[in-house]
């Protein structure tokens, strides 16, 4: 069973491009949560899709967005990058609302991205 | 809102020691709690979890028991292997996880 799998796994643009970021949640899984964890720090939710719609919005502003497929994958976009925007980005799925708390919470490697 | 604290690092060990990682959080529920561990270069893997108070969560030799008295989830283990060396990541979940920023351990033969 495939757990969490994100592309591309490093990545390098420059202050003011966009990039997107693609996630395929574990087998089954309906809720997909990004996070962003910049270096030496806890990672910071971003955002959170469940049925296609986002559910939860983090402290994060409009130059990030996402998307879910009916698949469940989940993309997130970042428009006109930033130095600050360097971090690792981090998919998470879960099975069920993200309501039901009790669920175990799974992550995948990560999307290195680093913005000069 | 939610938020957890947790013990800051570097903490260095040698091998067989007893390693002790403090958290504490504030919530307005009850909130289902969490041990994370990241290995350099990786994503974060699930170590343990708590899912109400008086719960004691497993794994690896690692323990943690959720305490609502004082608002806590405590990482222990009794004898660390250099193996061991990571960041591990306290965190709640409120419909999101929470993070605390991390503890860096360094495990030496």
């Known amino acids: 069973d495939a757990g969490v799998t994100q592309s591309p796994t490093h990545l390098i643009k420059t202050r003011g491009q966009q990039v997107t970021l693609r996630c395929s949640p574990k087998s089954g899984h309906d809720t997909v949560s990004w996070y962003q964890q910049a270096l030496g720090q806890g990672p910071q939710f971003i955002f959170q899709?469940?049925?296609?719609?986002?559910?939860q919005r983090g402290n994060f502003p409009d130059r990030f967005s996402g998307h879910q497929f009916p698949n469940y994958s989940s993309e997130l976009n970042v428009n006109a990058l930033l130095l600050g925007d360097s971090a690792l980005y981090l998919c998470a799925s879960s099975l069920g609302p993200p309501t039901d708390t009790l669920n175990t919470i799974y992550f995948g490697e990560g999307s290195w991205l680093t913005v000069v | 809102g939610d938020s957890v604290t947790q013990m800051e690092g570097p903490v260095t060990l040698s091998e067989e020691a007893f390693l002790t990682i403090n958290c504490t959080y504030t919530?307005?529920?009850?909130?289902?709690l969490f041990w994370y561990v990241q290995y350099p270069g990786e994503g974060l893997q699930l170590l343990l979890k708590a899912t109400k108070a008086d719960d004691k969560g497993s794994n690896k030799g690692f323990e943690a028991t959720y305490r609502k008295e004082t608002t806590s989830f405590h990482l222990e283990k009794g004898s660390v292997q250099v193996s061991d060396s990571a960041v591990y990541f306290c965190a709640l979940n409120d419909y999101k996880l929470s993070f605390g920023a991390g503890t860096t351990v360094t495990v030496r033969a």
């Open positions: 899709y469940y049925e296609e719609e986002e559910r």
């Open positions: 919530a307005t529920g009850y909130p289902s």
